[in-house]
């Protein structure tokens, strides 16, 4: 470390005038050993992963994302890196920083996240649904809208990034809730009694304008947040998978849960034993032939007969009592609605 007085700093050129003590106790000039030179070097030196590293920092325009702008240029740079490393110099590389990098560490947090998102959501299943068959077709009908996701974002060209995933991650709930409506649906048609098939067929026409109307109120609400550039791939994500979930929900949801439970036509509801206790023991045509086995008949029909009284006021006619009879047979569902007077 060589350093003048304070007063022979004034001038560079002062630096060559500069005598050096040497261990024989002389002086010599510095232009004897060395030759000053003028240059620059940086004042600061930044330090990634404790190896030296230079930043280059740039501004898009607007209406472009980072992501957009980095895959565009990152060809070019892999590029000058070969040209690198054919050269010799592998001492020097490329990484891509920035929004792509913070991309990347949102990603990965999100992706340790997903077993426990899982586990929860089809746990809420099976509170909400009460079989582990049913929360399941409604778990799988998850994944449905990454068609119309993919071709939406390829079609609007935008990135898939962070914003997008959560796009994604939101897309699978309203997929998965409108499943639940319409599984609900087919198990409250069954517990009244309508054949499995015609409770498939029924709750899919039945649930049409519903699921469709809170589909489509979602996908419109989302056409002002697509032209953000932040959030609009986002928006555009929820938009194209809602739109495609929503078509396949209504027609491959019924066909799985067919599917699934082995359901053709003609199927009855439920398939039950007769009661318990002495009303098992008689005919149930009334023909008091005695005591039979403890399951109906193959071709024996059960009834059941729900009664309601409405007193009639006085000087008009007599109390009259309404009955509704379900009969169920082995080939279906028998209804009909009887008046009986007094």
Not at 185 to 190: F, N, S
Not at 299 to 325: H, M, Y
């Amino acid at each position: 470390m060589l350093r003048q007085p304070l007063a022979e700093r004034d001038a560079i050129t002062d630096i060559a005038n500069a005598y050096l003590p040497t261990a024989s106790g002389k002086s010599i000039p510095l232009t004897q050993i060395a030759k000053p030179m003028f240059a620059w070097e940086p004042g600061v030196l930044w330090r990634e992963n404790r190896d030296y590293a230079i930043t280059v920092n740039a501004d898009v325009v607007e209406g472009l994302q980072g992501a957009t702008v980095t895959n565009q240029l990152l060809p070019g740079l892999r590029a000058l890196e070969a040209g690198w490393a054919r050269a010799g110099d592998t001492g020097y590389r490329i990484e891509v920083a920035g929004a792509v990098e913070e991309t990347s560490k949102g990603s990965a947090s999100i992706a340790a996240g997903v077993p426990v998102m899982l586990f929860i959501t089809f746990t809420l299943l099976m509170l909400q649904l009460h079989s582990f068959s049913r929360a399941m077709l409604v778990f799988l009908t998850g994944p449905l809208g990454l068609a119309g996701v993919a071709a939406a974002l390829l079609v609007l060209n935008r990135p898939f990034g962070f914003v997008a995933l959560l796009g994604v991650i939101a897309l699978m709930g309203m997929i998965q809730r409108n499943s639940v409506i319409l599984i609900d649906q087919i198990e409250l048609d069954r517990a009244r009694g309508v054949p499995t098939w015609d409770a498939i067929v029924e709750a899919a026409v039945r649930r049409l304008r519903p699921i469709v109307l809170t589909a489509a109120a979602a996908v419109l609400a989302m056409i002002p947040l697509s032209r953000s550039v932040f959030w609009g791939p986002m928006a555009v994500a929820i938009m194209g998978g809602l739109i495609v979930a929503t078509a396949l929900t209504l027609l491959a949801l019924p066909a799985m849960y067919a599917a699934w439970f082995r359901v053709k036509p003609g199927t009855p509801a439920f398939h039950e034993s007769a009661p318990a206790g002495p009303r098992a023991a008689r005919d149930p045509h009334g023909s008091g032939s005695g005591p039979r086995s403890p399951r109906w008949p193959e071709r024996a029909a059960r009834v059941r007969v729900k009664c309601s009284v409405r007193q009639i006021p006085s000087g008009g006619c007599s109390p009259a009592t309404a009955c509704l009879v379900s009969a169920r047979r082995a080939g279906g569902e028998i209804g009909r609605r009887t008046r009986f007077r007094s």
